[in-house]
């Protein structure tokens, strides 16, 4: 496993806006293995998404950089597919094209007609929707699509898979069974993941790590927390789990007792004013990353 496969790098990005530029993020720092399973978490509106568009190249950061297996990101590209929360399915393609699209893109030229058909089909076994290959995304759910969506990008064999908000659109029952087949799929094949989630349950089941953001304007890393449970996890036995749920109150926590709140310039501004209030924001300090 390499350490440090993929560096957000102090980024920090401004937007212009008709009330001036507005700064979303500020000194975003962090690092994701090769092979990592990693979630990132926080209100609405903190930056995920805009973290993940920097991630893909599809936003420039205002400061500070990513880096990709030793490159620098400053455009899309194939290396890093995207999930949406909407599948993005082209409305116009049957579920088999869609995945060839993607296919046809990275491997025309190094893999012949017959291979990458076998591949196209391989990736729509691995999310078990071979048995509908032919039919067109108004005629399948959006459990499906978004199964579709999965071995599209499964299928242009990313360095890293980048999924915002996936399941958020499914049920309950569609959601629990496409974050297994995530699971399984990935660790099959050692994916890198970031996964955008509002879902502090998943965040916990799915990950290795939770990258806890603050809120906005300039939203930063709040803390990160490492997932330490065996694998594979199984969603039932994991609840009576007595780390499980340590995990899951010190998410809950973050986001509701501490609001996502990490305010360096009042923490600093308290230890100048009372001693209690001191030791209170140094400790808070400490817990930032
Ligand atoms: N292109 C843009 N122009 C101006 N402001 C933007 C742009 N993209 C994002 N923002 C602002 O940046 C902040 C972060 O947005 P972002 O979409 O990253 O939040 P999010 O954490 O993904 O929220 P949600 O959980 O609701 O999806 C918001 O205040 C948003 O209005
Ligand atoms: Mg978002």
Redesign the pocket.
Same mark, same amino acid.
């Given at each position: 496993m390499m350490n440090k496969f993929l560096e957000i790098s102090r980024v920090g990005i401004e937007? +212009? *806006?008709s009330n001036g530029t507005?700064c979303?993020l500020s000194d975003v720092d962090f690092h994701i293995n090769e092979g990592e399973f990693v979630s990132i978490i %926080? /209100? #609405? %509106?903190?930056?995920? #998404? *805009?973290?993940l568009?920097i991630v893909a190249g599809l936003?420039q950061a205002t400061s500070g950089g990513v880096i990709l297996d030793g490159k620098e990101v400053n455009e899309p590209g194939p290396d890093r597919a995207v999930v949406f929360q909407s599948h993005a399915l082209m409305p116009w393609l049957s579920v088999y094209d869609n995945v060839a699209l993607g296919v046809e893109q990275v491997f025309k030229g190094n893999k012949t007609r017959a291979e990458m058909m076998e591949w196209v089909e391989h990736n729509l076994r691995l999310v078990k929707m071979d048995h509908a290959t032919q039919k067109m995304p108004h005629e399948i759910s959006g459990g499906m699509k978004q199964r579709v969506g999965i071995a599209r990008c499964l299928a242009m064999q990313p360095k890293v898979m980048l999924m915002?908000?996936p399941f958020g659109a499914l049920d309950a029952l569609t959601r629990a069974n496409l974050q297994d087949s995530v699971m399984e799929i990935q660790k099959e094949l050692n994916t890198t993941v970031i996964l955008?989630t /509002?879902d502090v349950d998943e965040a916990v089941l799915m990950s290795d790590k939770i990258v806890m953001?603050s809120n %906005? +304007?300039a939203?930063r890393v709040g803390e990160i927390l490492e997932i330490d449970l065996a694998r594979p996890r199984e969603r039932l036995a994991l609840a009576k789990s007595d780390k499980f749920n340590y995990y899951r109150q010190q998410v809950l926590s973050f986001l509701y007792e501490k609001k996502g709140v990490v305010d360096f310039d009042a923490a600093k501004k308290k230890i100048e004013t009372t001693p209690a209030e001191s030791a209170q924001a140094s400790s808070n300090d400490e817990k930032v990353s």
């Open positions: 937007f +212009p *806006t507005y979303a %926080g /209100h #609405s %509106g903190c930056g995920k #998404s *805009t973290v568009n936003y915002d908000e955008i /509002h953001m %906005g +304007p939203a």
